[in-house]
């Protein structure tokens, strides 16, 4: 087994994919040390965290291009490959695998083609994605013309330039993925602080309110937001005490429960929303946090239920900063507690670049 100290010399195989919305670096388990404590220095040393501008590594200065997607065979019979998801800090030397990430998650099937960890078909092929950090299943179905992932295609998603080739991701048993309950507080509708939140975890937990309750119309742009320090100290407070509803104890500087605040859509979709991941706001919103919003938003008694008058049965489009994500969910209303049935989204994905990489010397 090579030292940590070794890397620097050898290197690491590394391959950058953009996974929806976010970017990030994919490596085989097997390639990494496999004491995560070691594993972790050398990702943030790849990476070149803490550094607001990460200019001695390859990430991007924001939470969006900190990411990390370690991936290996499955053991288990109902999926192929294993995904750990971990959230990098920026300015601080944080590694995370409290949560999820939806859009990464848009290259780990093509990833998975690409090492041969799973055999392609032709003229697509369906990979069986169990998500480490929820214990729960995604099944990423994506072209592969005579066995070779096609990225290039004609799909737009919001806060991507271009086009590219769609990944359909279905999800299952994403249900309390990391507080163990659909509903984590118990109940559907909570106050804090006078205001009144919905917490819901179908695949990231939220706490989701709507923008009036904070005085703001929840049209404002990212850098409205983004300079509001006073909003975000509430926004941090609210979700802090939303945590300790939730069973997550104390998440002072941890990557979930976020925040989503609601309003009604604007620019022809169902809803709109600003989200807070978990203090910094979102350019867009995650993948997972805008099922949980809808999964929410679908419950009788949830803050904004009354925004889902006259929705469509599926391909919700959600609003946020930068366009529109459009997401399926359906719900069994019938059951006490509700069920989620499926949830879905489409994504896009495309790889930067695969080499080997090498860490920031100790
Ligand atoms: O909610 C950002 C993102 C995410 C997570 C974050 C995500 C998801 O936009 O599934 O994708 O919540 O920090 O990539």
Redesign the pocket.
């Known amino acids: 087994m090579r030292s940590t100290t070794a890397y620097e010399e050898t290197g690491v195989r590394c391959t950058m994919l953009r996974g929806?919305?976010?970017r990030g670096l994919f490596f085989e388990a097997a390639d990494l040390p496999a004491d995560p404590a070691d594993r972790d220095d050398l990702l943030l040393r790849l990476m070149g965290s803490p550094d607001p501008r990460q200019i001695d590594g390859l990430g991007g200065s924001t939470?969006?291009t900190s990411?990390v997607a370690v991936i290996s065979r499955s053991q288990h019979p109902e999926s192929d490959v294993d995904f750990l998801f971990l959230?990098l800090g920026v300015d601080e030397a944080t590694v995370s695998d409290r949560?999820?990430?939806?859009?990464?998650?848009a290259g780990v099937g093509p990833f998975a083609v690409e090492r041969r960890l799973v055999d392609p078909g032709h003229p697509e092929t369906s990979v069986r994605i169990r998500m480490v950090n929820s214990d729960s299943v995604a099944i990423a179905t994506f072209a592969t013309p005579d066995g070779r992932v096609e990225y290039r295609g004609d799909v737009t998603i919001s806060g991507v330039p271009g086009k590219a080739s769609p990944i359909v991701l279905a999800f299952d048993g994403t249900e309390g993925s990391v507080t163990g309950r659909l509903l984590p507080t118990g109940h559907v509708r909570d106050e804090i602080d006078g205001i009144a939140v919905t917490c819901v975890d179908n695949?990231?937990p939220v706490v989701l309110a709507a923008a009036g309750s904070f005085g703001l119309t929840g049209y404002e742009s990212h850098d409205e937001l983004a300079g509001d320090s006073a909003l975000l100290d509430r926004i941090d407070t609210l979700r802090r005490k939303a945590g300790q509803l939730m069973g997550l104890g104390d998440t002072e500087g941890e990557?979930v429960p976020?925040t989503v605040l609601v309003a009604p859509a604007r620019d022809g979709g169902q809803v709109c929303t600003r989200?807070f991941?978990?203090v910094r706001p979102?350019t867009?919103?995650?993948?997972?946090?805008?099922?949980s919003v809808v999964t929410g938003l679908l419950l009788p008694g949830a803050v904004g239920h009354e925004l889902t008058d006259g929705w469509p049965s599926e391909r919700i489009d959600v609003e946020h900063p930068t366009g529109h994500l459009l997401v399926d969910v359906v719900i069994d209303r019938e059951a006490t507690p509700t069920r989620v049935i499926r949830s879905g989204v489409v994504r896009t994905a495309r790889k930067l670049f695969d080499g080997v990489a090498y860490p920031r010397a100790v």
């Open positions: 929806g919305t976010s939470s969006l990411k959230q949560q999820n990430c939806g859009n990464l998650l695949g990231m990557s976020k989200s991941i978990p979102h867009a919103i995650g993948v997972l946090a805008a099922i």
